[in-house]
Each structure stands twice: as C-alpha cells, then as structure tokens.
C-alpha cells in the first residue's frame, strides 16, 4: 500500500525555521515527481514547491522563492521542504505529493500544521 507519512511541523516564530519531512514507502519513491502544497485556512490548496522528475529542476511559487528549498533523497524514499526565514502568512497545514505521469498515479501525506507566530 502506498502511504506517504509526514513529520516536521510545529509552533514557530517569525524569522524561525523548520524542516518538513515526507517518508514514502509501498512504490518506488524513484519513479515519481514530488512536490509540497499547502492549504491556510479559507484559502485553497496551492502548490509551493516541486522537483521533476525528467531533469531534476526544482520550481517554487514566489511567495517561498528564496526561503524555502525542496529536496529529495531516494535511497532513503523521502523528502523535503527546508523553510527558513518564516512569516505568518506560512501559517497552513503543508502537504506532501507524488505523482506519476506516465501510467499516472497521485499520493498524498497527511498533513502536517505549521503556525508562525508574530
């Protein structure tokens, strides 16, 4: 079963950081795009951060550019989203994604909340 686990969230400051993880297991992590979303209250699921999968280039919405950094580490089937130098308008529950596109599949961590405080 594919299951995506994240940990890393939490109560911080601003200006403060904090390391989000993403454990896949139950496919192989190696053959999926990743990307981290999240979703503050009231406002829709937006798309912050991603890695393709065909040349490894990473993409960033503007409100993180230059804050935060996505990564990934197959041998270990996780990933991660570094966020530094981080606002209250962070404040939101964070995402982990993986999707295939040929033979196309899609999964989904649970969420984890991160709250920035001022």
């Known amino acids: 079963e594919a299951q995506l686990v994240e940990s890393g969230g939490g109560l911080v400051q601003t200006g403060g950081s904090l390391r989000l993880s993403c454990a896949a297991s139950g496919f192989t992590f190696d053959d999926y795009a990743i990307g981290w979303f999240r979703q503050a209250p009231g406002k829709e699921r937006e798309r912050i951060s991603c890695i393709s999968t065909s040349d490894g280039s990473t993409e960033y919405a503007d409100s993180v550019k230059g804050r935060f950094s996505i990564s990934r580490d197959n041998a270990k089937t996780t990933m991660y989203l570094q966020m530094n130098s981080l606002k209250p308008e962070d404040t939101a529950v964070y995402y982990c994604?993986?999707?295939?596109?040929?033979?196309?599949?899609?999964?989904w961590g649970q969420g984890t909340q991160v709250t920035v405080s001022s």
């Open positions: 994604n993986v999707r295939r596109f040929k033979d196309p599949a899609d999964y």
